[in-house]
């Protein structure tokens, strides 16, 4: 795993924070329909097609996953965070 620099960590904590605010439909599976977050996804993995190896596509990527997972978690925990 590649370490971050400053810059790709003030990117990765901004970009976070910008993922939490996007909407997701309520549904069987809220994470996985049609919503901001998965079609936030599908952009960054078309990009990833189009320009392999830019680092600010690996980190939306990796946090765009993160968010899932955390809001997978509070559905399992009832959203008690």
Same mark, same amino acid.
């Given at each position: 795993?590649?370490?971050?620099?400053?810059?790709?960590?003030?990117?990765?904590?901004?970009?976070?924070? +910008?993922?939490?605010?996007?909407?997701?439909? =309520?549904s069987?599976?809220?994470?996985?329909?049609?919503?901001?977050?998965?079609?936030?996804?599908?952009?960054?993995?078309?990009?990833?097609?189009?320009?392999?190896?830019?680092?600010?596509e =690996?980190?939306?990527?990796?946090?765009?996953?993160? +968010?899932?997972?955390?809001?997978?978690?509070?559905?399992?925990?009832g959203?008690?965070?």
């Amino acid at each position: 795993m590649v370490s971050d620099t400053p810059e790709e960590t003030d990117f990765r904590n901004r970009y976070a924070l +910008e993922l939490r605010k996007k909407k997701v439909k =309520q549904s069987l599976n809220p994470h996985f329909g049609y919503d901001e977050l998965s079609d936030e996804l599908r952009k960054v993995r078309s990009q990833e097609l189009a320009t392999p190896g830019r680092r600010g596509e =690996q980190i939306k990527n990796e946090e765009i996953l993160k +968010e899932i997972v955390r809001r997978l978690d509070l559905d399992r925990h009832g959203r008690k965070g």
